[in-house]
């Protein structure tokens, strides 16, 4: 009797709960409570959307290799973790861990600006001082940051037509408007592109273009800028009245090709990085800025309502990063990224209907190109179909191109990025998996045309 009475207790407060759930959803519908327009035309970022299922298979008991995210197969470099563990254990003082500066830590801006000076060899009238850096939530709070103040809603900028999609995804919500500016055969998106663009404006009568934000090396790309590319863009930018944002976040991790910084030759470019990537901190979502004078006054404001500050264990911790000892074990990662990038490179070499590969000269990432010959549209045999398909008969993560490409254009569903941030092993266990998947997607494709 007692369990009769106990279920249907149960079964009459679920009842009245969900009833009660239902009502207050009619009510909201009723008196037109929802979401903003602006949230509902955010397009999802993608990769997190297969790390999502990849995750969910992963906990149902399947084996998968994550090449699907940019996040270092490494934690923190040891000295950042063992400062973080002093902080929180230390005396009552350093165990306060309460809010900063809302630029953040001076000891650590120092750091920063001294890394500028010895790493670039940055000329005496382009030298940073503490005073013009931010220490940021992560980059992304920088891109909020440096969005809302340099740019009004219904302004242009300018992205790559293949570019990190939440410069994009920022942007739109933020109510900006979007040059998407095709790459050139190289995969960059160079002054040579983009005043092009400007002048097709000018010609049509359109927007005038009031910043560009691209990054080098790039994701998902890999290609970098040279050094008298990035000159060049910084120039163009001055001319045309455009702001340049130069996202950094990459730097530290190139193979042979020399990185250069906007810095050295703009005295209008933003500069953002982050310490998530090279000093493999992506959980402790901790990044910079480096401004140009007039907008120190405007982001000191924009920080100080939105975020405060950065999470101050973070910084804190991050104080370590440009050590000796902590470089010695990060270019030890930049050592297995090499690696993993030369193996994924040779795999594909091998495979003769892949005949597209971006350069990947720095960062982390693959990105390749299927071509026409290796989708079918019509039947919906594209890179997304790919990747879904590799994911659950395989168990091997990539990230299909329409999370990067210009939505307007038909290469998101012919391109996909393999990330090699994961680890030597885990590059080459997902290579095996592929190269073993591939010829029946070469047959199904086949198959479909025919």
């Known amino acids: 009797m007692v369990r009769l009475f106990i279920c249907a207790w149960l079964l009459a407060t679920t009842k009245n709960t969900l009833s009660t759930a239902y009502t207050a959803r009619s ?21 997190m959307d297969v790390l999502r299922r ?78 013009r850096i931010v220490v940021t939530t992560g980059s992304s709070g920088g891109f909020l940051l440096a969005f809302t103040a340099c740019f009004d809603a219904g302004d242009v900028i300018a992205v790559a037509s293949s570019g990190y999609p939440c410069y994009r995804n920022i942007g739109g919500a933020l109510g900006l408007e979007l040059a998407n500016v095709p790459i050139n055969e ?15 404006r000018k010609a049509s009568g359109k927007k005038r273009i009031r910043g560009v934000i691209l990054s080098s090396p790039s994701n998902p790309t890999g290609a970098m800028l040279s050094v008298t590319e990035l ?78 500050n950065a999470p101050t264990i973070s910084q804190t911790a991050a104080i370590q990063c440009w050590e000796p000892e902590t470089i010695a074990e990060l270019e030890t990662h930049v050592a297995k990224y090499r690696k993993s990038r030369e193996f994924i490179l040779k795999q594909l070499d091998s495979i003769s209907e892949i005949k597209s590969i971006a350069p990947a000269d720095g960062g982390f990432y693959v990105y390749i190109d299927l071509g026409e010959e290796l989708v079918c549209r019509g039947k919906g045999l594209g890179s997304t179909e790919m990747c879904r398909m590799l994911l659950e008969e395989k168990g091997v993560a990539f990230t299909p191109g329409t999370d990067f490409e210009d939505p307007a254009g038909n290469l998101g569903d012919r391109r996909f990025r393999i990330s090699y941030a994961g680890g030597t092993t885990v590059v080459a266990d997902a290579m095996d998996h592929f190269k073993d998947y591939w010829p029946s997607w070469v047959k199904r494709v086949k198959d479909a045309k025919n």
Request: net charge negative; aromatic share 8%.
């Open 27 to 47: 009510k909201m519908a009723d008196n037109n409570i929802k979401p903003s327009n602006r949230a509902t035309q955010v397009e999802s970022f993608k990769v």
């Open 54 to 131: 990849a995750n969910q298979l992963e906990a149902e008991g399947r084996t998968i290799y994550h090449c699907e995210v940019g996040q270092p197969e490494s934690g923190a470099p040891k000295t950042v973790a063992q400062a973080a563990v002093t902080a929180l254990t230390g005396d009552a003082n350093q165990s306060r861990l309460g809010y900063t500066d809302a630029f953040g830590l001076v000891e650590l801006r120092e750091k920063i600006a001294e890394h500028y000076k010895e790493k670039y060899s940055l000329p005496a009238d382009k030298e940073v001082g503490a005073d």
């Open 186 to 200: 190289e995969f960059k998106l160079t002054a040579n592109e983009l005043r092009k663009e400007v002048d097709e």
């Open 231 to 308: 000159k060049d863009m910084c120039e163009l930018c001055e001319k045309e009245g455009i702001r340049f944002l130069s996202d950094e976040i990459y730097h530290g991790i190139s193979y042979d090709k020399e990185a250069a910084t906007a810095l050295s030759f703009s005295s209008t470019a933003i500069v953002i990085n982050s310490f998530s990537k090279y000093y493999s901190m992506s959980g402790w979502r901790l990044g910079w800025m480096v401004l140009p004078p007039d907008l120190v006054d405007p982001i000191n404001t924009l920080q100080q309502n939105m975020f405060i």
